[in-house]
Each structure stands twice: as structure tokens, then as C-alpha cells.
């Protein structure tokens, strides 16, 4: 993973979730020094919070942190985005804007900050946080090399980074932005059965965690297909081929491949 350090500075409209993710794992792996960069919230105690945890500058002001800065990552819900750039048009236009926000276009930032406002769309997902982020990047119209290299190399700081068009950003957003949780919630519902085995809670929450993570690292590091490796943990007559297929009867895959439909559909209603 490549590590560059951003010269410019950044400006998070919106300190939520997704922000603080993104400034944690910039700080984290010095891409970026603290005082690079600004994060917005209207709530005191949340800029108090990203100010304690992280050194970075914070505030209310919008505009303000959008014009001190070369780069502005908007950050906000969906549902408000429009009423936030119309206060920070101008600058959207001077800047780089990245948006992460779900569903939202690249014409409506464009349209919002005038003609030749310069935007990369991306989605990337809160484990950014561990540096084990994976974010997904449109890049728009307009924008040049040397822009869309200093997107790439702020979300490559924070994990892995892939191109693609703008019209599979939604089914991106239904897999690996909303995908963490997901995850989460099947290592909790792991954890529960191990507790209802008799297992501690904290043993069974680690034994699930690990789980994931080292399944997940086979899958990277080997390149062999999932279903391989499934099948070398299944041994004949054993105790894996009996909980797959309790897992089957459930309806797992059926289930996940329904989620990661459904949240790409919202993620298409919340840019209409
Ligand atoms: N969470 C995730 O895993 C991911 C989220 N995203 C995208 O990131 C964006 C933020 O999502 P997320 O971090 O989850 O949401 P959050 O609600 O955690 O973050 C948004 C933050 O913006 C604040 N806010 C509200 N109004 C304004 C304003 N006018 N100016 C500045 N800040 C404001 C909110 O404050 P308050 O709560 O008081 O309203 C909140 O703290 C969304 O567009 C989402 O689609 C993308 C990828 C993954
Ligand atoms: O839930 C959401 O809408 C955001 C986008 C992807 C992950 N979280």
C-alpha cells in the first residue's frame, strides 16, 4: 500500500462516522500531519471529540473550513448534501472535491458547485479506520491525473483503492460501503452461538473476530476461489459440513446477495 503524504489541505463538511474514519487512519499513517486538517460538525461535543482523538482543527463553519482548504471531502448525509454545498459552492469549484456520500452523482456536485467544479466520487468503508479500508473511486469529469492521484493516495493511506464507472458506484455502496456492517453483524450472531454453546462472551467474541479476519486474508493472499477454501475446512462426515448446511436451509447466500440488492436500490433512490 502505497503511502504518500498529501501536501493539501482537507476540509471534512461533516464530522460523522465516515469522517472520522477517514481523518483516523490520514493521521494514523501520517498521510497527513493533524493540522492539515478540518473537520465541520454543528454539534460542539462531536468537534471537541475529533479534536481530542485526533488533533485536528474543527469548527462549524462550513464555509470557512472550505475555504482554507486545496481539498474538500464532503461528508454529510445524503439528505442535506445539496443544502450544504449551495454554502460552499465557490469553493467547490476552486477545490478537489471527493464526496463519499451514497447515491449521490457527480452532476449534482458538478451542477451544485458551477461548470468545471472538479469531483472524484467515492465510497469508502468505515474500517479505513484500521487502515483496512476499501474504497472504490469514480472520477469525474475534468479532473486530472495529478487530482485523481491525490485521491487515490488519500484513500490508498487508509486501505485499498479501485477505479470504476460511476454507474457501479451504487452496487459498490450496497457491497463494501455498507458491507462492515454486515460483517458485524455475523460476527455477533458467531459470538451469540458460541455463547449459547457454553463459550465466555469475550472468548467467543474473539474466537468470531479472528474468524473473519483470517478467512478473509485466505482469500486475499491465496487467489484461490472461496468455495475451495470451503470446502478444505469441510471434512467428510464432519462437524462444517453439518453447520453449512444449517447455513444453506437458512438461506445465507440467498439472504446476502438480497442485502447487498436492497442497499443498492437505496443507495439509487437516495440520488433521485
Ligand atoms: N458510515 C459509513 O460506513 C459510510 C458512510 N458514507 C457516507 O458518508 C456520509 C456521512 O455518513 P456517516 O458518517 O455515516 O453519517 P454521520 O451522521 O455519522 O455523519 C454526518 C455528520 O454530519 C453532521 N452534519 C449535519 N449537518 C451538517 C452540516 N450542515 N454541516 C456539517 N456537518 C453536518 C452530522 O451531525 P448531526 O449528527 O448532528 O446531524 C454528523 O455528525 C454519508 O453521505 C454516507 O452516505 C460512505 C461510506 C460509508
Ligand atoms: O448506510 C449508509 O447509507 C452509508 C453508505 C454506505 C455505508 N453507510
Known amino acids: ?34 493540522d492539515q486538517i478540518w473537520a465541520t460538525d454543528p454539534v ?19 464555509r470557512e473550513a472550505a475555504a482554507w482548504a486545496g481539498i474538500i ?14 454554502d460552499i459552492a465557490g469553493d467547490l469549484k476552486r477545490a478537489l472535491t471527493i464526496s463519499v456520500a451514497a447515491g449521490i452523482p457527480i452532476q449534482a456536485i458538478t451542477k451544485a458547485g458551477g461548470a468545471g467544479t472538479k469531483v472524484v466520487r467515492a465510497m469508502p468503508n468505515t474500517p479505513a479506520m484500521v487502515q483496512e479500508g476499501m474504497t472504490a473511486l469514480a472520477i469525474g469529469p475534468g479532473v486530472s491525473e495529478s487530482d ?3 485521491a487515490r493516495a488519500i484513500f490508498e493511506s487508509v486501505g485499498k483503492v479501485v477505479t470504476v464507472e460511476e454507474r457501479l458506484m451504487d452496487a459498490v455502496t450496497g457491497l463494501s460501503g455498507s458491507g462492515p456492517a454486515y460483517v458485524f453483524l455475523a460476527i455477533e450472531a458467531m459470538a451469540d452461538g458460541g455463547v449459547k454453546m457454553g463459550l465466555p462472551r469475550a472468548t467467543a467474541e474473539v474466537l468470531a473476530a479472528q474468524t473473519v479476519l483470517g478467512a478473509a486474508k485466505m482469500v486475499i493472499e491465496t487467489g484461490e476461489h472461496p468455495a475451495r477454501l470451503k470446502d478444505k ?16 436451509t437458512g438461506g445465507m447466500r440467498a439472504t446476502l446477495i438480497d442485502a447487498i440488492e436492497a442497499a443498492t436500490k437505496r443507495s439509487q433512490e437516495l440520488g433521485r
Open 73 to 86: 471531502v464532503l461528508a454529510v448525509k445524503p439528505q442535506i448534501l445539496d443544502a450544504v454545498m449551495n
Open 233 to 248: 475446512v469441510a471434512s467428510p462426515g464432519g462437524t462444517t459440513i453439518a453447520g453449512l448446511h444449517r447455513l444453506e
Open 148 to 150: 485523481a492521484g491525490t
Open 44 to 62: 460542539a461535543q462531536r468537534c471537541d471529540a475529533l479534536k481530542r482523538l485526533h488533533g485536528v482543527r474543527v469548527g462549524s463553519s462550513n
Open 1 to 34: 500500500m502505497a503511502k504518500i503524504r498529501i501536501a493539501e489541505k482537507i476540509a471534512f463538511i461533516g464530522g460523522g462516522q465516515m469522517a472520522e474514519a477517514l481523518i483516523a487512519g490520514l493521521v494514523a499513517t501520517r498521510c497527513c500531519e493533524p
